[in-house]
């Protein structure tokens, strides 16, 4: 694809429009107990080289075998993906130095990958999708870690990734803001994490992009790239795209040619930085690994694990638009992640899916974000947001009264038609109770009376002061039925 | 008392069974003779208590009524194999004093058939060399020695041949029984042809590559080095199997080779391909390999002429595979988690220091080969080609085999052993013609018999060449055992190196 970006994704420099041009390589720590080609385990968090096997240290004479688990895994992607699997695949050694890297190459597949090409369809907003084409995916092995802050003169090396399964996900470049890049990075974690074939953690490596980026102008072929390695955070890779896509346009802007280059993002300074140029480039002597048959499975195979596979995101909200008649935006909202969407189906049981979407998606994710908490550790359970809705549906509180009770249940818990009774918020829906308080109302107040008989908007004031006086528990349908009757208009 | 080291492994296994003799006087005859043999450099590293300590067990177990195939059996180990607490090398300074903390898949096989370790043999420097002069604990030196025609014997130092000189000099000079060793491009073969000894290296995924410093990975096998066919067949069946560790190794059933070795060979087609008379070929070796068709039609075989065409481009090919590969295979003696360091001013000038100093010439010359033809702008026109030429050669043989060939015979090498610092100083390709008729074999991964079939003119042993059908190394010990009963005698020489 090679789409031109509409005018308002376009970068106006000194001289005019700029056009930049992304595409991301992803790289996916694969869910697995243990690695791509030893039996040993994946856990984050353990003691340096303790998850260390001899093929991970590259002990003499030991030899790599396929995790068919991660192999499996990586099926599941590309079927995600919606991408062409294939049935036979290469691995090969990329070979250069590095103290944590033991074998002296890196396991990957360069010509012949499992995964072929598909597609992933990114929402903007509420009308505005991409689609992002993806080129391949390949699994590799992982890298260990070196450490230079343990010593003053020596760096350590810890071998616990050393081995560790990853898929590099790569996209066509077809991303024209920092803005699509970040929703690219989400709606591929969401698909991986739906999947449950990488837990898509930033945090702890789970997921890095390397992320490219050209600028051109309007209409103009594809520009010289340059790529930012290893950037940890969706913000990250927004903010490093911005900063980037400007120093090339400042660079051309002023005459100059952007050296074809890897770079590094420094969040700090708000820069990229040179890593190393073409020139600097290593050529890695990829060949296939003499030590691996080549990879060969039957569509069999694949079509088994295709049928079970979970919901993926756009099914479920093509689904939630249809069963539930959501808006197409509000469903993308709810199946974000799966633990949401689940939620929302649970609260949404027998319930008035719309008000309980509402209820959803504006109060409780409202209060999560505020309180940077996820759907899993929502103090607000499925079943008692079911529990408001009911509360609301039935007119036993107002809406008003039923944020109030929100409230309640967010900070204190409880269910909530106990709380309503117990704590006396029950809507007054009694009409001579209402009436009363109309009566009461008209009687203290001749002079407004007056002014509404003139201005009917002044309705509103006396339905305030009748919810005043009763404590917001009256029917707010109901007072403006009676105050009309009563005062004739 | 008659000498036990004179005894065949077969022999040994018997008169052990029959309680004739005990494992631990066997292994101590061993023990004794390797000590006295230091002049020939064949062991790096001798373990003479282990083996007598597995020979006490073998005894207990001989008591017991317990023997298994290979009870009480002492083996010299070729030091490529990693051995649980005891040094390997690879014959290689950048390993000196590594200590494995496991076995090879191969290694474990043959103590759990009762087999006993006398030692780890020397070899050249990660198997690269025709003439063990690449170790860097020293070339190991032939207990055979040339012999003028007036019958006087040269004090020329002999080459064993390489890589598994150490191997092959350590079984002929009678300091084993048998020996394990390792095939890249016919590093089991030569050395077997010129030591007069017997060697097999078996078809590519016979034998687990698990727990064996890799040189070539889709080339290495490991096979034995014995004195006769039927000792071969014995080893080669405990060190055989399959090993879900190692993915290249092969399911198939390991047969019983010893019953193949008495096989009849009437009516078996062996080609004969006449791209392997090479321009040049020696008379002897010419000679020889006529006495060889004409042993094995004399015991019923039918002889046919065929064809290999590709087989002289085999060796260029090899020189490319074989050094590609052995260029990454190496990438991991890099100074940083084990064996030698070389400490520098920082990561880079590490690696540079440790492998200058680290690797031999030889090695450092195959390192630099490799990483050339896998350079950007040079893989399609050399390890590309290489790769297609291999195919080419693969299907030569496929083609042969579905005419009806049962197998193939050729001569092992184009020449006897030559002295010590005679060849490829000046020119290395010199050293690497002697695998002209070997590297095919590897290169299409199949099995490859050598067999003692007479002596040169000045005396040294000529070895004949039997190419089988892949995983079917039965024909192979039928066919060897037909030529060893047929060839004259060849007698292990009578020692010199006290």
Same mark, same amino acid.
Not at chain 1, 13 to 37: C, N, P, Y
Not at chain 1, 128 to 138: D, K, N, P, Y
Not at chain 1, 158 to 182: K, T
């Given at each position: 694809m090679n789409t031109q970006a509409p005018p308002s994704k376009l970068i106006a420099?000194?001289?005019?429009?700029?056009?930049?041009?992304?595409?991301?390589?992803?790289?996916?720590?694969?869910?697995?107990?243990?690695?791509?080609?030893?039996?040993?385990?994946?856990?984050?968090?353990?003691?340096?080289?303790?998850?260390?096997?001899?093929?991970?240290?590259?002990?003499?004479? #030991?030899?790599?075998?396929?995790?068919?688990?991660?192999?499996?895994?990586?099926?599941?992607?590309?079927?995600?993906?919606?991408?062409?699997?294939?049935?036979?695949?290469?691995?090969?050694?990329?070979?250069?130095?590095?103290?944590?890297?033991?074998?002296?190459?890196?396991?990957?597949?360069?010509?012949?990958?499992?995964?072929?090409?598909?597609?992933?369809?990114?929402?903007?907003?509420?009308?505005?999708?991409?689609?992002?084409?993806?080129?391949?995916?390949?699994?590799?092995?992982?890298?260990?870690?070196?450490?230079?802050?343990?010593?003053?003169?020596?760096?350590?090396?810890?071998?616990?990734?050393?081995?560790?399964?990853? #898929?590099?996900?790569?996209?066509?470049?077809? #991303?024209?803001?920092?803005?699509?890049?970040?929703?690219?990075?989400?709606?591929?974690?969401?698909?991986?994490?739906?999947?449950?074939?990488?837990?898509?953690? #930033?945090?702890?490596?789970?997921?890095?992009?390397d992320v490219n980026v050209s600028v051109r102008r309007l209409g103009e072929s594809l520009g010289t790239r340059c790529e930012i390695k290893n950037v940890n955070s969706i913000r990250f890779i927004g903010q490093a795209i911005d900063v980037e896509a400007r120093r090339q346009i400042g660079i051309l802007e002023d005459g100059g040619k952007i050296a074809q280059e890897t770079r590094l993002y420094d969040p700090a300074k708000g820069e990229t930085r040179s890593m190393r140029s073409k020139e600097e480039a290593h050529d890695y002597r990829y060949f296939p690994d003499p030590d691996l048959l080549p990879l060969e499975f039957e569509q069999a195979y694949v079509d088994e694990l295709a049928s079970h596979l979970p919901e993926l995101p756009d099914e479920k909200k093509a689904r939630f638009v249809a069963q539930y008649g959501l808006s197409p935006y509000d469903a993308g909202v709810l199946v974000l992640e799966r633990a949401s969407a689940d939620y929302f189906e649970e609260a949404a049981k027998g319930r008035d899916a719309k008000l309980v979407a509402n209820w959803v998606i504006n109060e409780l994710f409202g209060r999560l974000n505020k309180e940077g908490r996820n759907i899993e550790t929502s103090p607000v359970s499925a079943v008692q947001i079911g529990g408001i809705v009911d509360l609301i549906a039935s007119n036993v509180i107002s809406g008003k009264l039923a944020k109030d009770l929100f409230e309640i249940v967010w900070t204190e818990g409880g269910d909530p038609a106990q709380i309503v009774e117990t704590r006396g918020m029950r809507q007054v829906t009694d009409s001579t109770a209402i009436e009363k308080a109309v009566d009461e109302i008209i009687a203290a107040n001749p002079d407004k009376v007056a002014q509404a008989l003139a201005k009917p908007t002044m309705l509103g004031w006396f339905v305030g002061q009748v919810m005043k006086g009763t404590g917001g528990k009256a029917n707010p349908q109901a007072v403006n039925e009676i105050l009309k009757s009563k005062l004739g208009i | 008392m008659t000498d036990l080291t004179r005894l065949t492994l077969a022999e040994a296994r018997d008169k052990l069974a029959a309680r004739e003799i005990s494992a631990v006087e066997l292994n101590q005859c061993f023990v004794d003779a390797i000590a006295r043999a230091t002049s020939l450099n064949a062991f790096i590293v001798e373990t003479p208590e282990k083996a007598l300590a597995q020979a006490r067990a073998s005894?207990?177990?001989?008591?017991?009524?317990?023997?298994?195939?290979?009870e009480g059996i002492p083996l010299g180990i070729k030091d490529l194999y990693a051995t649980e607490g005891v040094q390997t090398t690879a014959a290689s300074h950048i390993l000196e004093g590594f200590i494995p903390p496991y076995e090879s898949a191969v290694t474990a096989n043959l103590w759990r058939d009762g087999a006993t370790m006398l030692g780890k043999l020397n070899l050249d420097e990660f198997a690269m060399g025709s003439s063990n002069e690449t170790s860097y604990f020293g070339p190991v030196v032939s207990p055979w020695r040339r012999k003028a025609a007036d019958g006087r014997i040269s004090d020329a130092k002999i080459v064993p041949g390489g890589s598994s000189g150490g191997s092959a000099a350590a079984v002929a000079a009678r300091l084993c029984l048998g020996a394990t060793a390792t095939d890249t491009g016919g590093s089991i073969r030569q050395p077997a042809a010129f030591t007069g000894t017997v060697g097999i290296k078996p078809t590519y995924g016979r034998c687990s590559r698990w727990g064996v410093v890799a040189f070539a990975s889709s080339l290495?096998?490991?096979?034995?080095?014995?004195?006769?066919?039927?000792?071969?067949?014995?080893?080669?069946?405990?060190?055989?199997?399959?090993?879900?560790?190692?993915?290249?190794?092969?399911?198939?059933?390991?047969?019983? *080779?010893?019953?193949?070795?008495?096989?009849?060979?009437?009516?078996?087609?062996?080609?004969?391909?006449?791209?392997?008379?090479?321009?040049?070929?020696?008379?002897?070796?010419?000679?020889?390999?006529?006495?060889?068709?004409?042993?094995?039609?004399?015991?019923?075989?039918?002889?046919?002429?065929?064809?290999?065409?590709?087989?002289?481009?085999?060796?260029?090919?090899?020189?490319?595979?074989?050094?590609?590969?052995?260029?990454?295979?190496?990438?991991? *003696?890099?100074?940083?988690?084990?064996?030698l360091r070389r400490t520098g001013k920082d990561i880079a000038d590490l690696y540079e220091k440790t492998r200058a100093e680290g690797f031999g010439k030889e090695v450092r010359r195959r390192i630099m080969i490799g990483t050339y033809v896998l350079s950007a702008g040079y893989y399609d026109a050399y390890y590309l080609r290489a790769q297609k030429i291999r195919t080419l050669i693969k299907r030569d043989f496929d083609l042969a085999y579905a005419s009806g060939v049962d197998a193939i015979l050729t001569p092992a090498t184009p020449s006897p052993a030559f002295a010590l610092g005679e060849k490829g100083s000046a020119d290395p390709v010199e050293m690497y013609l002697n695998d002209v008729f070997t590297v095919t074999v590897n290169m299409a991964g199949l099995p490859g018999l050598v067999v003692p079939g007479g002596l040169s003119a000045d005396g040294l042993p000529l070895g004949l060449q039997l190419i089988g059908r892949p995983f079917e190394e039965e024909t192979l010990f039928s066919l060897g055992q037909a030529l060893e009963r047929a060839a004259p005698a060849i007698l292990l020489p009578e020692s010199w190196w006290h």
């Open positions: 420099g000194a001289t005019g429009d700029w056009e930049v041009v992304i595409g991301l390589e992803i790289h996916a720590q694969v869910t697995s107990k243990s690695k791509l080609f030893s039996g040993a385990s994946t856990e984050f968090g353990g003691a340096p080289n303790s998850h260390v096997s001899l093929v991970d240290a590259a002990m003499p004479g #030991m030899l790599p075998v396929i995790n068919a688990e991660c192999v499996a895994q990586a099926i599941r992607t590309g079927l995600g993906l919606k991408a062409q699997i294939n049935l036979r695949s290469v691995f090969d050694r990329k070979n250069y130095f590095y103290p944590d890297l033991p074998q002296g190459y890196q396991i990957s597949q360069y010509k012949d990958p499992i995964v072929g090409e598909g597609v992933v369809l990114v929402d903007l907003s509420p009308t505005e999708q991409i689609s992002v084409g993806v080129e391949r995916l390949h699994l590799e092995q992982d890298a260990g870690k070196s450490l230079h802050d343990l010593g003053a003169n020596d760096s350590h090396v810890d071998l616990n990734r050393s081995g560790v399964a990853l #898929m590099e996900i790569v996209s066509r470049p077809d #991303m024209r803001s920092g803005e699509e890049a970040r929703a690219y990075v989400t709606k591929l974690r969401t698909i991986l994490r739906y999947l449950g074939t990488c837990d898509g953690n #930033m945090e702890q490596g789970s997921l890095r992009a | 005894d207990e177990k001989i008591a017991k009524g317990e023997a298994r195939p290979l290495d096998q490991a096979g034995p080095i014995a004195k006769t066919v039927r000792d071969a067949a014995i080893l080669l069946r405990s060190m055989a199997g399959h090993d879900p560790r190692d993915t290249t190794s092969v399911d198939v059933p390991v047969p019983d *080779y010893e019953q193949a070795v008495d096989a009849s060979i009437r009516g078996k087609v062996i080609g004969i391909p006449r791209e392997y008379r090479l321009d040049g070929l020696s008379e002897e070796i010419v000679a020889l390999w006529e006495q060889g068709i004409a042993w094995l039609r004399e015991a019923g075989a039918e002889i046919r002429d065929i064809s290999l065409p590709h087989t002289r481009h085999a060796l260029p090919a090899y020189y490319i595979v074989a050094p590609a590969e052995a260029s990454s295979n190496l990438a991991r *003696y890099d100074g940083v988690r084990y064996g």
